[in-house]
Structure formats: C-alpha cells, structure tokens
C-alpha cells in the first residue's frame, strides 16, 4: 500500500497570513497519463470531508482561488495564500493512484 | 447539485450486522463509481472500497473482505454498504462519496456520513 505522510500535524496561523502543509508519499503519484493522483480534502468541525484540490494542483468547484496545490511525484503542497477563520479543520491529502486508496494522517489547522 | 443522502445512526451488538443506506440525486446514479470511507471518532479517513453502480462491480480492500458487501440497488439510485461480524473497532462514521466525472482515483462530493456505535 502507498504510505501517505503529512506535515506539520498541528498549524496554528494568524488570520491573513499564509499557511502551507505538506504531504509526502512512499512511492510516485505520477500516472502514466501526466497526472498526478493526489487529492486535498478539508474536514470542518462536525461536517464530512470536502473536496479542495484534485490531481494535485486543480481546485474543485466553488474552492477560493486561496487555496492552491503544487507538486509532483512524491512531494506535495498544499498552500493557503491567506487565511481565514472558515479555513479550520483537518485537511488530508490522498493518493487515487492505485487501490486502496490512502490517507494522510491530517493536519489540524487552527486560528492563533 | 449533487445530494447523497445516508441513512441515519445505528447502534450495534458485538458480531451483528449493520447496513448503511446512500441514496444519490441530481445525477445519473449509474455513470459514477461510488466509494465508502470511515473514519473512527477522533482518528483519520480509511477507504474501504468502491461499487460501480452500473455493473455492480466491486472493489474491497483486504483489511475489509470477507466482512464487507457493496450493493445497489439503480431503480432508487442508492448504494449500500453491509458489514457483518461488528467489533468495537467497527465504531465510526460511514461516509460514502461519489467518484468525480471523467477520471479514477478522485472521491468528492460525501455524504453527510453515518454513525455505527458498536457496543454491548
């Protein structure tokens, strides 16, 4: 199975200021197609997981243009050019290149 | 906008069985793979596996065969996901999501999720 491992585990960031969190996998996301299979969700408190970011760098419908995602391969960025206070949660990364899909372990991100 | 509606909590003895609804609208139930996803209170997401609705084709991962059964039913356009022989490792929230269109390994949008308690 592909180990994903995400970092830092806890984020606490001042409102407007920039935030980044990083996920590494154990082996290449990179398909055959030029995709990369990996995927950005944020859980809010309380409400089921939703989509932010998908084959690495697209945003999904409705996602502010805040939120961005780099990378290739194995390393992976998720970065958030200005938080917000709706921005707390837990993201995950996740890789749908091969079955069983994985996740990271989270990364809690938190107003100072 | 797509809907995918699951049923609600359920509470469960050690060894029964717990099926959890997903009913899917505002999309052709048939065209998308659906997933399930759980997640124990306080832990991370686990993917469990998928069904292609329109084939009935399914996919477990190896943590869940043999306990797990992925089924739909297309004339209500709602998937089920039946686990037997519960333990109290088997407490979480059950999510399903449905796959996005025109490419594999993207999971969104999710249900609002189902609480299975298992305890005696």
């Known amino acids: 199975d592909i180990v994903m491992t995400q970092s830092p585990l806890s984020l606490p960031v001042t409102p407007g200021e920039p935030a980044s969190i990083f996920c590494r996998s154990s082996q290449s996301l990179l398909h055959s197609n030029g995709y990369n299979h990996l995927n950005w969700y944020l859980q809010r408190p309380g409400q089921s997981p939703q989509l932010l970011i998908y084959l690495g760098s697209n945003r999904a419908s409705g996602v502010p243009d805040r939120f961005s995602g780099s990378g290739s391969g194995t390393d992976f960025a998720l970065k958030i050019s200005r938080v917000e206070a709706e921005d707390v949660g837990v993201y995950y990364c996740m890789q749908g290149l091969q079955t069983p899909y994985t996740f990271g372990q989270g990364t809690k991100l938190g107003i100072k | 906008q797509v809907q995918l509606v699951q049923s609600g909590a359920e509470v469960k003895k050690p060894g029964a069985s717990v099926k959890v609804s997903c009913k899917a609208s505002?999309?052709?139930?048939?065209?998308?793979?659906m997933h399930w996803v759980r997640q124990a209170p306080g832990q991370g997401l686990e993917w469990m596996g998928w069904?292609?609705?329109?084939?009935?084709?399914?996919y477990y991962t190896q943590k869940f065969q043999g306990r797990v059964t992925m089924t739909r039913d297309t004339s209500i356009s709602t998937a089920y996901m039946d686990l037997r022989g519960l333990t109290s490792d088997d407490t979480a929230v059950y999510y399903c999501?449905?796959?996005?269109?025109?490419?594999?390994?993207?999971?969104?949008?999710w249900g609002q999720g189902t609480l299975v308690t298992v305890s005696s």
């Open positions: 999501a449905r796959e996005k269109g025109g490419i594999f390994g993207v999971v969104g949008p």
């Open positions: 505002e999309y052709t139930f048939t065209d998308y793979f």
């Open positions: 069904i292609n609705p329109n084939s009935g084709v399914t």
